[in-house]
């Protein structure tokens, strides 16, 4: 029997609490890899989503039918059989992208986040759960990957989706904005250092911010106790 997880717990877990990267460091490697640009994380991150979502849906509505002592095996050949599904797509309609964000297309069959998700979840949950589940932790990470590669982007080379238009297909070409103009750039920003630097000050603020809230909550808790 389900637990019951509210819908509004879910989406807000995934977008922030529970946040692959910001809350759980998972899928560091290709986060810092493809986000050198907002484009290719908004491309990673939008087939990573697809996966997760697809992933949690399909294992949800077959747990009932696969035994414990194979469960985690068929996991990992659902997940691998949507990873080269989207691999073939976007190979096939965004070459482009699929040459950019390359190897780390077929990774996301290793992307733990993934798999933990369809193992403590969706083995458990029913199929529309999972996939709110599924689709918040995606979102959440494609966020945050979206995020990261704009700010290296905009500090490397004053711009914001360059070449979106050419990655994603001339429908996204509207994304593609000039910040600052006549900028040389910080050649750090875009380079893995970058990455790294950009995803701290990341961090600090969430972390920041988390203080903050509980803070706050702490105080108020604190002023009713008193009242009375």
């Known amino acids: 029997m389900s637990d019951p997880i509210k819908t509004k717990e879910l989406v807000k877990n995934g977008l922030l609490t529970n946040n692959i990267v910001l809350a759980q460091l998972l899928a560091l490697c290709p986060l810092l890899a493809v986000t050198n640009g907002a484009t290719n994380g908004l491309g990673l991150g939008l087939a990573t989503t697809f996966v997760m979502v697809a992933a949690n849906f399909l294992t949800s509505l077959s747990r009932h039918y696969i035994s414990r002592?194979?469960?985690?095996?068929?996991?990992?050949?659902?997940?691998?059989?949507?990873?080269?599904?989207?691999?073939?797509?976007?190979?096939?309609?965004?070459?482009?992208?699929?040459?950019?964000?390359?190897?780390?297309?077929?990774?996301?069959?290793?992307?733990?986040?993934?798999?933990?998700?369809?193992?403590?979840?969706?083995?458990?949950?029913?199929?529309?759960?999972?996939?709110?589940?599924?689709?918040?932790?995606?979102?959440?990470?494609?966020?945050?990957?979206?995020?990261?590669?704009?700010?290296?982007?905009?500090?490397g080379t004053g711009k914001v989706f360059d070449n979106a238009a050419l990655l994603l297909g001339p429908h996204f070409a509207f994304l593609e904005t000039t910040v600052v103009n006549n900028f040389d750039g910080l050649l750090i920003a875009i380079l893995p250092p970058g990455g790294f630097f950009v995803l701290g000050g990341m961090l600090c603020i969430k972390q920041k911010l988390a203080s903050m809230i509980s803070q706050r909550q702490t105080n108020v808790s604190e002023g009713a106790s008193y009242e009375s």
């Not at 199929?127 to 590669?149: E, N, R």
């Open 69 to 155: 002592a194979i469960r985690i095996p068929m996991n990992i050949l659902i997940i691998a059989t949507l990873v080269t599904m989207t691999d073939l797509i976007l190979h096939a309609y965004l070459a482009a992208l699929h040459q950019v964000l390359g190897l780390f297309i077929p990774l996301i069959v290793t992307n733990c986040a993934i798999l933990g998700r369809v193992e403590a979840f969706a083995t458990k949950q029913t199929p529309m759960k999972s996939v709110v589940d599924g689709a918040s932790m995606g979102i959440g990470f494609t966020w945050v990957l979206v995020v990261l590669g704009g700010i290296r982007e905009i500090l």
